[in-house]
């Protein structure tokens, strides 16, 4: 296939386009873009392919994508950026900022774990309708009444979801704003990028259509996930949840999925504001540091490492941020960040001075055939690094 690649390119970095339209050509990208900060300034920042298969519309400039679980990385920075204020404790109980939340035995369950996916509340308890979940309201007060899964600083599982209700709730809790509009006031804005968590309906028309993914090639497969994504399993209750009401299918592109907050699941934004968001947690973009050196080394000191309670694969964590190959092969122990269902990666690596953004709408989860877009992209940006 022909790629007609858009966008600039430093020298030195063409490696990074190389691998991007290989991408298109061997890994089946349907529309993508590709940004990397180094030293504060973008050395990459390139597009291709469609923004929506079913019309033919070209992926622009600003064409906007929903990256699922690299919102967490947002929802982490956010966080340490109240730690930063002197307005959050990550070792305080959650209930000292969310009384509620001490129902059911959970009083002294701290901030921290709940990044970590340490708080044992990885799996929503309750009968709510997605109305309910994208009120809001009704899904904090389920998690506040619920006890947990597991006893909790006993084992990291994924908060698939309640990772962000919960983080977001404290947020809400100290601030007053919602964790949309906190971090467009003090993420992106400080820096002059945007990404949203609650999309504007002006907005809309700029979104990239979700591609969601193809079932297994193997029959055996399909019906090992088929079980595994059950009620049954606590893995299938996380995935799905709350109350079996999410999947990965084109619910995701629909106006009340983009319209609602989700910390943990439906950020929308392009890959240079992401990867220049990014940029200012290691290094001054238009002089502001978003993370100093100190929030940051702390943010990304392993707090759980090993396997995941809730996935069964072993993964690394610090206070909110993937560390290292918790993110893909060939990502070096120095780097931090979050990738996201079906593709997309947000990270950043302070020893070399990098931001980092890569989304996509072409999902891609097939367990017998890793999808490999976001690390061979990350592999030629430390190549071309030296």
């Known amino acids: 296939m022909t790629v007609e690649l858009h966008g600039t390119v430093d020298d030195g970095f063409g490696r990074v386009a190389d691998a991007f339209v290989a991408n298109f050509e061997r890994k089946g990208d349907v529309g993508a873009a590709c940004c990397v900060y180094v030293d504060g300034h973008p050395v990459v920042d390139i597009w291709a392919g469609v923004a929506d298969h079913t019309t033919g519309r070209a992926w622009a400039s600003d064409t906007l994508q929903l990256v699922f679980s690299t919102t967490k990385g947002l929802t982490a920075i956010g ?35 709940v990044l970590c996916h340490k708080a044992g509340l990885a799996d929503v308890v309750g009968d709510l309708t997605l109305d309910d979940v994208l009120a809001w309201d009704p899904v904090v007060a389920a998690i506040a009444a619920q006890a947990t899964n597991w006893e909790p600083g006993t084992a990291h599982g994924y908060h698939a979801r309640s990772y962000g209700w919960i983080m977001g709730e404290i947020i809400r809790r100290i601030t007053g704003r919602s964790v949309g509009q906190f971090v467009l006031d003090e993420i992106g804005g400080p820096v002059g990028a945007e990404f949203f968590i609650g999309l504007p309906a002006e907005l809309e028309r700029l979104v990239s259509r979700v591609i969601p993914p193809e079932p297994p090639a193997d029959p055996a497969m399909r019906q090992l996930m088929d079980e595994v994504m059950s009620e049954e399993y606590l893995i299938g209750r996380v995935m799905t949840g709350p109350s079996n009401l999410f999947r990965y299918d084109e619910m995701w592109n629909t106006r009340e999925l983009h319209a609602a907050e989700l910390p943990s699941s439906n950020g929308i934004c392009t890959a240079r504001d992401l990867a220049r968001i990014y940029a200012a947690t290691v290094g001054e973009i238009g002089g502001v540091r978003l993370l100093e050196p100190a929030t940051l080394a702390s943010a990304c000191e392993v707090q759980a490492e090993g396997p995941d309670h809730v996935i069964g694969t072993a993964m690394r964590f610090g206070s909110g941020f993937m560390l290292g190959d918790a993110m893909g092969p060939t990502a070096p122990p120095t780097m931090f960040g979050h990738a996201g269902a079906g593709g997309s990666l947000g990270c950043a690596d302070a020893d070399a001075h990098l931001g980092f953004g890569y989304v996509m709408n072409r999902m891609r989860l097939d367990p017998a055939a890793p999808d490999t877009r976001a690390a061979g992209l990350v592999k030629r940006v430390y190549t071309s690094l030296g």
Not at 80 to 91: A, E, F, N, P
């Open 79 to 113: 966080a340490h950026v109240l730690v930063q204020q002197g307005l959050l404790d990550l070792d305080a109980p959650i209930a000292t900022y969310w009384p509620e939340f001490a129902a059911n035995g959970k009083d002294t369950i701290p901030v921290r774990w």
